[in-house]
């Protein structure tokens, strides 16, 4: 078996571990509609979904999480569409693999893909840099005029626990190419994370609740007085 292969094979095993087997339709996902046609027969998107069951939905291999019931998008071919740039690519966030090739792209910003930490493989043109750069990557080469980015690299420090770069009381999790996320730890809340105890959420909803309702009967009696006048 070639390197491609294994890699489709280990890519295949994840998806159905991950998402189930169920086929759905995704509704308002208008982001496999980002340009004409459906994913590139042959293509590695199209390996990979069909290897892993997967359903193909104009630019997108869909697969439903055998939980919840939720369809995600695993993968999207948006190759050969023209495209010259790309700002938002946000409903894909759940993306093992992402082919962006042959498109007159000059530009990439690494915030296009912040969220995308499931992200395994993705294939640009060639005169493009992988996000977060090859640092956030296990391995990087081009390939005629494609540049392949294959292996997500943790964003965190090696232990997957506390960061040097998150405040104290907080953990590290991997938010896309080059991005970690801070989330306080259990007991911990509020601004970097400096309060200790569970969060007030019934104080807090109630003042909100409490202050809505008194600004709604301030408003409703305005108005009544105002109609009373005319």
């Known amino acids: 078996m070639t390197a491609e292969g294994r890699l489709l094979t280990v890519l295949a095993v994840f998806f159905v571990l991950f998402y189930g087997n169920r086929f759905c339709h ?16 042959g293509s590695a998107v199209w390996d990979f979904c069909t290897s892993s069951a997967g359903q ?23 190759s050969y569409c023209n495209l010259n740039v790309v700002e938002d690519l946000s409903e894909a966030s759940t993306a093992l693999m992402i082919d962006l090739s042959f498109n007159p792209i000059s530009n990439l910003s690494d915030l296009v893909f912040e969220g995308f930490s499931q992200l395994f493989y993705v294939i640009l043109p060639s005169n493009l840099t992988c996000p977060g750069g090859n640092a956030s990557w296990e391995k990087t080469e081009v390939k005629g005029e494609v540049r392949v980015c294959e292996g997500q690299i943790n964003a ?13 009381n907080s953990l590290c999790s991997p938010y896309g190419p080059g991005f970690f996320a801070c989330s ?3 007991s911990f809340h509020g601004y970097k994370c400096l309060r200790e105890g569970e969060f007030p959420i ?6 909100l609740g409490g202050s809505t309702i008194l600004v709604s009967l301030v408003l409703w009696v305005t108005q009544r007085r105002k109609a009373k006048a005319m």
């Open 202 to 207: 019934v104080e807090v909803f109630g003042i």
């Open 184 to 186: 306080c730890v259990e």
């Open 26 to 41: 995704a509704a308002n996902s208008q982001i496999c509609l980002m340009c004409n046609g459906t994913v590139v027969n």
């Open 156 to 168: 965190c420090n090696q232990t997957g626990h506390i960061s040097w770069d998150c405040p104290q």
């Open 56 to 78: 193909i939905d104009g630019r997108c291999c869909l697969q439903t999480d055998n939980t919840s019931g939720a369809v995600h998008i695993t993968g999207l071919d948006v």
